[in-house]
Every structure is written in structure tokens, then in C-alpha cells.
Nanobody, 124 residues
């Protein structure tokens, strides 16, 4: 049974930082690209970042470039999302997801497995 478990969400002031983690089990983690998505109330789920299975390629949404960083540790079956210079518009539920193959896809439909999400709230 595949499980993706996010952690590290919370409440932070604008300009602050948070680090999210996503621990994976039940799959060959190193064979999957990993992505982070977010969904704000009343809005569609949107792509944030993705990292290739080896960690040598990344893709970022324009809205987070220069502020967010994705990384992974295949020995720990964990992917990380470092969020700096947070803004109130970053408030959302953040989800990690796993996609088989070598690409870094942006479409949610390209991901097979999803975590339950973790809430990030940025106050102004």
C-alpha cells in the first residue's frame, strides 16, 4: 500500500519560512518523480514544483521561483519543500504526489499517488 505523508505545515507570518516534508512508503521511491501542488479554498489544485527521480532536474511554477526549493533524499524516501519569503497568497493546502518515470510533470493527472495534504497559512 502506497502512502505519502506530508508534515511541516503551520501558521507563519509573511516573510517567514517553512519546510515541508513528504515521507513515502510502499513504492520504489527512486523510480518516481515527485511534485508539490497546492490548493487554496475555492480554487483548483495548482502545480508548485517537481523534481526528477534522481534529483537532477527540477521545475518550478513562476509564482514560487526564487522563494521555494524542492529536494529529495532517496535514501530516506523523502521529498522536501523549503519555502522562504512566504506571502499571504501562498496560503493553501499543500500536497505531495508521485509520478512514475523520468519527467517532472506539471499536470495533476500525471501523478499516481497523493498525500493527504498539510495546511500552510501565511498571515499578513
Amino acid at each position: 500500500q502506497v502512502q505519502l505523508v506530508e508534515s511541516g505545515g503551520g501558521l507563519v507570518q509573511a516573510g517567514g519560512s517553512l519546510r515541508l516534508s513528504c515521507a513515502a512508503s510502499g513504492l520504489t521511491f527512486s523510480a518516481y518523480a515527485m511534485g508539490w501542488f497546492r490548493q487554496a479554498p475555492g480554487q483548483e489544485r495548482e502545480f508548485v514544483l517537481a523534481i526528477s527521480w534522481r534529483g537532477d532536474r527540477t521545475d518550478y511554477a513562476d509564482s514560487v521561483k526564487g522563494r521555494f526549493t524542492i529536494s529529495r533524499d532517496n535514501a530516506k524516501n523523502t521529498v522536501y519543500l523549503q519555502m522562504n519569503s512566504l506571502k499571504p497568497e501562498d496560503t493553501a493546502v499543500y500536497y505531495c504526489a508521485a509520478s512514475p518515470g523520468i519527467a517532472t510533470p506539471r499536470g495533476p493527472y500525471e501523478y499516481n499517488y497523493w498525500g493527504q495534504g498539510t495546511q500552510v497559512t501565511v498571515s499578513s
